[in-house]
């Protein structure tokens, strides 16, 4: 390692000293960057002192030369995890005695402190990617960021391919332009493929000017799936089945994270642990619906020691160093490699130590998961982020918050937006698209040339039609856009005010509670004793508890540790170190039907109870099966075969009809898939929901606070009635084109299944069983939990008359 | 039809529209039309689509042809606010005139609407007497009735086999009548709802329109 061409600075060099710490060498490697000028993205496993290098340069910088306004930028996903990185970064600046002011500004920012930072910035601030736009659509916005010399991304992982990465990486692509000087430094856990984000760092996305620097790796983690007496169950994926095992281990461990898959699995498990807590361990919970209060709490009694375990959703995946936790337990399987790896990495925050993990598996497909999971991250194999073009409702958002900042020429901002590189590839006409949709609803009808939103001025500039239209953009933006939820409250009081927010649930879910329900949530059994307004008001409760159904959320296995669990079922010389029910449920297998090869798609059908049952082997992931079900049963239908429904998981779709499916051949034709999904998707809601949140983004309709529609004052109109009027009225609508992008992609997972259908049509297996296989039955336990697919509303409305009549008959 | 049945002694006919036809006096009613709510919130930033009024328009000259009503009586909130008929683009309001001076046409107003419909033609009331029926926006506890209203959107919320389904619906009391929303940016109120039972002054039945078939759902 060459010296840095700037040595550090001797307090900063005595500091480390003192601590008996040395710099390490990637800690080095930041600061030669920041030397040469350059961008630098930074991967380190946890435990790396990564936060501490990304501030290294700046405290090396304004230790040697004082800095009047702002500095340097920090942004974080969370922002809980800028509180945190404040009490990291503050105890060295105050024991090196740097004049440094720190502050952190989020949503949460009391508003005279904003007023404050405008006017007199501290050095560093810490912030989240929504308060930067905020800030940036500030006419303050140009001379507060002027002078700013570096941005620092934590935990970019976690923004690259979302929308949130889009809206960061054009308000980067804004500072660069305020703050030509900027330098910009990602840091991030350990990725696949560090080149790639570099590109989505760096300024036109041109990988060559960011230095990319890779921490040494850490200890290897140990990763131990879970047995006992050779069993695996046959269904189920939580991993529930073992809570009184699992709550052995946590007895023997000093602080235990309980990873689980959703959140409503979240409520489930932190039950069924109680319920084995013979020593009442303080156990919490930790999920995205509880107020953030409530984990606000219980992050602090995990910081402070005063729990033993915690049961936690995705929301816990980033990087807080919590305390002393020595396990990570996963429920159910992991879905991908980075992720375990990621979870594992919240085990022990010390890189020269193994971090321990437990998987426990629901099935025995989960049990191969969890295998070739471990044997991925064993292999150095994570899995590849799918980039993709940024998505046209942020720009929209985006653009309107720019303007809001300062009139702008439309060239120069499309120079601009080109320069993030999510929109690297944006067409003029694109962008002209996205303009006019931001000035006047981008409609053919002009109808609305007097209420256009930006106007441009006799020198071409766009500029805001009222400044009204400014706070309104500032009340709007953002691109997380939750479901419309309604307040758990706990208390009897009779307002709110007197009551304590727990959370919320979804307003679906909240929609079929009665007073006297029960339901499970925060980890307690509540009871409703009341409705007002945007509040559901609950007590302690006892009884069989409903357990509320959040949308979404739930990751699908990812392509390669697919490809892995194939290769296990192809290689029976591991099946030997495998419990026994796994791998007698392969060499079964093998013997009355076949298993799946590493490319190909086995389909099996069989007779049961009058009823022809056709079982898919795609290893496509849950959303591409689901929409595989959808498509096959409308062909089916087509076909005469009378489908009766389907059911699908990560492994296999399985669809069951009254006649028998003779060749499955034709039914997974890839040549119509285009036409006939197009068709599909516009009937499901999958592309409602999706169009909500791109009316929202985009601006299109207000932002719903809980329970507003609900108690009928809704001031907007619902993303419905626009949806479909747009539909009818204007099918080449911008927000049209953006919602189908996302239901093809998240939601439908439709590019998966498109590889899928080719696969089957050049390489399929198709096998009569005479009866259920041992691979089926995981699918065919599930069936029966399904909700009702292809009915008609009517014929559910006209069934729903005949039971109340039915049951009101007095005769 | 299977979409009749009878209220004060008259026989009235629901329309999949969410119009009430009642054929012995040539009658059409319509409620809560709310034409140029998509005007009204782009004025204030929001740039809703601008087809709604033509599309609530159309509905109704649709629902005027099939039953040849000779009299329709809009039952308030005609409009979203009291600009709204200056704000009415001239296609919308040709088509609009052409009924208004066609047919006997009344403007009930509403809390949204003042008088300001009278411009376009038809005559206006606060509220009105027709036949047996008091016609009034918002219905009157204390009226004992038979009356006709709007105002609430009432609309049925089945929940069946794990589906949500919601439909605009015909809320019917003992003697009063809330009809559904008829415009087509208009959101609902669950029939459910304690504010609509207390409105109808007793029990409460949800009448919906399905294809060809009137479905009813007592709601309590």
Not at chain 1, 85 to 110: F, K, S
């Amino acid at each position: 390692m060459e010296l840095p061409s700037i040595p550090l600075p001797a307090v900063i060099a005595d500091w480390f000293a003192a601590r008996g710490w040395q710099v390490r060498d990637h800690q080095l490697a930041i600061l030669e960057a920041a030397a040469h000028g350059r961008h630098a993205l930074l991967t380190a496993p946890t435990g790396a002192g990564k936060t501490l290098a990304g501030f290294l340069p700046t405290l090396a910088e304004l230790a040697t030369a004082p800095h009047d306004g702002l500095h340097t930028l920090y942004i974080s996903p969370l922002k809980a995890l800028a509180v945190d990185v404040q009490r990291n970064l503050l105890t060295p600046i105050a024991e090196m005695r740097l004049p440094i002011a720190v502050e952190t500004r989020t949503g949460d920012t009391p508003s005279d402190r904003k007023a404050r930072q405008k006017a007199r910035p501290p050095q560093i601030l810490l912030t989240t990617p929504e308060s930067l736009a905020i800030l940036l659509s500030a006419p303050e916005a140009a001379g507060m960021m002027a002078g700013v010399k570096r941005v620092i991304v934590d935990e970019i992982h976690a923004f690259g391919t979302t929308k949130r990465g889009d809206q960061l990486s054009l308000c980067l692509a804004r500072l660069q332009r305020l703050a030509p000087q900027l330098q910009r430094v990602g840091l991030s856990a350990t990725i696949a493929d560090p080149e790639s984000w570099a590109g989505w760092l760096a300024p036109d996305a041109d990988a060559s000017q960011v230095e990319i620097v890779a921490a040494r790796a850490g200890a290897d983690p140990e990763i131990d799936i879970l047995v006992i007496d050779d069993r695996i169950p046959w269904g189920g994926h939580n991993g529930r089945w073992a809570a009184r095992a699992v709550m052995r281990r946590i007895e023997a461990a000093r602080l235990a994270i309980v990873f689980v898959n959703t959140r409503a699995v979240a409520e489930l498990v932190f039950r069924d642990l109680w319920a084995e807590n013979d020593q009442s361990l303080p156990i919490g919970i930790h999920h995205g619906s509880l107020a953030p209060e409530a984990r606000r709490k219980v992050e602090a009694a995990m910081a402070a020691g005063r729990l033993r375990a915690i049961v936690a959703t995705a929301s816990l995946d980033l990087g807080l160093d919590w305390g002393d936790v020595d396990l990570v337990i996963q429920m159910g399987a992991p879905k991908g490699a980075s992720r375990l790896l990621q979870r594992t990495g919240r085990a022990n925050h010390r890189m020269d130590e193994a971090s321990h993990c437990l998987i426990v598996p629901g099935n025995r497909f989960e049990y191969l998961e969890a295998l070739a999971a471990r044997d991925a991250v064993a292999a150095g194999e994570l899995d590849p982020d799918g980039f993709r073009p940024g998505a046209l409702d942020v720009l929209a958002q985006h653009v309107v918050g720019i303007v809001a900042s300062a009139p702008a020429y439309p060239d120069a901002l499309y120079e601009e937006v080109r320069s993030a590189s999510p929109y690297a590839g944006l067409t003029r006409a694109a962008f002209d698209r996205v303009l006019d949709y931001a000035a006047t609803g981008g409609y053919a009808l002009k109808a609305y040339e007097r209420y256009q939103r930006l106007v441009a001025g006799n020198d071409g500039q766009l500029r805001l039609r009222t400044p009204a239209l400014a706070r309104q953009w500032r009340m709007n933006s953002g691109t997380i856009v939750e479901a419309v939820a309604m307040n758990v409250v706990f208390g009897s009081g009779k307002s709110s005010r007197h009551g304590r927010k727990l959370g919320q649930v979804e307003e679906y879910f909240a929609g079929q509670l009665r007073a006297g329900d029960s339901f499970m949530f925060a980890g307690q059994v509540l009871e409703v004793t009341g409705f007002e307004g945007a509040d559901i008001h609950v007590r302690l409760g006892r009884g069989t508890p409903k357990v509320p159904v959040y949308a979404g959320g739930r990751m699908p296995m990812t392509t390669r540790l697919a490809a892995r669990v194939r290769g296990l079922m192809n290689a029976p010389d591991r099946w030997a170190a495998m419990p026994d029910d796994v791998r007698e449920w392969l060499e079964i297998q093998a013997r009355v039907s076949r298993l799946p090869g590493l490319d190909d798609v086995l389909v099996e059908t069989f007779a049961r109870d009058d009823r022809w049952y056709m079982i898919v082997y795609g290893f496509a992931g849950h959303p591409a099966h689901q929409t595989l079900g959808m498509l096959v049963t409308q062909r089916m239908e087509r076909a005469g075969l009378k489908p009766l429904g389907f059911v699908a998981s990560d492994y296999a779709m399985a669809c069951w009809s009254l006649d028998p499916v003779d060749d499955p051949r034709p039914l997974f034709d890839p040549d119509v898939l285009e036409d006939e999904l197009a068709e599909w998707l516009a009937a499901s809601p999958f592309l409602r929901r999706a169009f909500r949140e791109v009316a929202i983004i985009g601006g299109l309709i207000e932002r719903t606070q809980p329970g507003v529609v609900k108690s009928g004052k809704a001031m907007s109109v619902s993303a419905d009635l626009i949806y479909d009027v747009l539909r009818k009225h204007e099918p080449d609508h911008l927000l049209l084109g953006a919602a189908w992008t996302d239901a093809r992609g998240k939601l439908t997972d439709i590019d998966r299944l498109a590889s899928l259908l080719e696969q089957a049509h050049a390489r399929m297996t198709h096998v009569r069983t005479a009866h259920v296989s041992p691979l089926a039955v995981p699918s065919l336990l599930t069936i029966g939990r399904e909700r009702v697919g292809a009915e008609a509303d009517s014929a559910l409305l006209a069934e729903a008359e005949a039971l109340i009549a039915e049951a009101l008959r007095v005769d | 039809m299977d979409d009749a049945f009878d209220f004060a002694g008259q026989t009235l006919h629901l329309m999949a529209s969410g119009g009430l036809w009642w054929p012995a006096a040539a009658t059409l009613f319509v409620a809560d039309l709310h034409l140029e709510k998509a005007s009204h919130f782009a004025a204030k930033g929001w740039l809703l689509p601008p087809h709604a009024s033509g599309e609530t328009l159309a509905a109704l000259i649709d629902a005027v042809e099939a039953t040849g009503a000779t009299r329709v009586v809009c039952l308030g909130d005609s409009f979203h606010d009291e600009g709204g008929p200056d704000r009415l683009l001239p296609e919308a309001r040709r088509a609009l005139g052409l009924m208004t001076r066609g047919l006997d046409w009344w403007w009930i107003t509403g809390n949204h609407d003042d008088d300001a419909a009278a411009a376009l033609g038809g005559q206006v009331h606060a509220e009105a007497r027709l036949g047996p029926f008091v016609l009034r926006h918002e219905a009157d506890p204390a009226d004992p009735g038979p009356e006709l209203s709007g105002h609430f959107h009432p609309k049925l919320v089945v929940r069946h086999r794990g589906r949500q389904i919601s439909r605009r619906c015909l809320a019917m009391g003992p003697a009063k009548l809330i009809l559904p929303a008829f415009g087509t940016f208009t959101g609902g109120l669950e029939v459910a709802d304690p504010a609509i039972r207390a409105a109808l002054a007793g029990p409460c039945t949800a009448l919906v329109r399905d294809g060809g078939r009137l479905l009813r759902f007592p709601v309590g």
